[in-house]
């Protein structure tokens, strides 16, 4: 992406503005860019209809995305982003005050996580990378990314539960079954969702080893070390 010159001689303020300004028209294209995914279909969303979309004109759009490899690239990038941020968001609600992980409400807040339009985009671009090699491309590098920062962001928030041997096990068990679930409704409209407590029970089983070990427990450890 090429970057807005600096001012030689400018006023802090407006320097402040114009950065905002910026960083405001480059959230707005991302975001219509996700909504045209969404509306239109990954194969028909074009760079024109992005900026109709976010209310921009032609030559706000070249100057943050010069190409749309570039801009898919970015959009691929703002939705791991987005799903990461709102999966926290929500656990740490579910889990606030709580001695131990409340792994049942949990698992009841990812599902509602993933009945969204944003989970919805994931998998329309999902299904296009097949055939799209500088899509697969951006979706592998940003999967990478996400599998490592979705697995420090999951030992942060659920700290007793990171100690059990099947911690990692449990995740993938969770994201592949959930997610998994939500992607066949998409595709056929009928949602296998009385796997749920299925899940549940299989996650309390597993978990069996630190049932009896404190979140606030284990954090006062991680800061003593």
């Known amino acids: 992406m090429t970057e807005p ?8 303020r407006d320097k402040t503005w114009q950065q905002t300004k910026s960083e405001n028209t480059r959230a707005a294209i991302l975001e219509a860019a996700l909504a045209c995914f969404y509306d239109l279909g990954y194969g028909a969303t074009t760079t024109e209809k992005v ?3 976010a209310g921009v ?35 740490l609600k579910v889990n606030e005050g709580a001695e131990h992980t409340r792994i049942s409400e949990g698992i009841d807040a990812y599902w509602q996580q993933l009945q969204s339009p944003l989970f919805t ?33 999951a030992e942060s928030l659920f700290p007793d539960l990171a100690q059990s041997e099947d911690f990692e096990t449990a995740n993938l068990l969770t ?47 991680m800061t003593d070390e």
């Not at 749309?68 to 691929?76: C, D, K, S, T």
Request: a positive charge.
């Open 5 to 12: 010159k600096p001012l030689e001689v400018a006023d802090k």
């Open 57 to 91: 004109s032609r030559g706000a759009m070249l100057h943050h995305f010069p190409s749309r490899q570039h801009l898919v690239l970015e959009a691929v990038r703002h939705i791991y982003s987005k799903r990461l941020q709102i999966f926290k968001e929500r656990e």
């Open 175 to 221: 994201v592949c079954l959930l997610e998994g679930m939500v992607s066949r409704g998409i595709t056929t409209g009928n949602i296998p969702d009385k796997l749920i407590p299925l899940l549940k029970r299989q996650l309390s089983e597993m978990f069996a080893d630190v049932r009896n070990v404190g979140r606030s427990t284990v954090k006062i450890e």
């Open 121 to 153: 985009v994931f998998h329309e671009l999902s299904v296009a990378a097949r055939t799209d090699d500088d899509l697969r491309e951006a979706m592998a590098l940003n999967h990478e990314n996400l599998d490592e920062s979705w697995r420090k962001v």
């Open 51 to 53: 900026a109709k979309q």
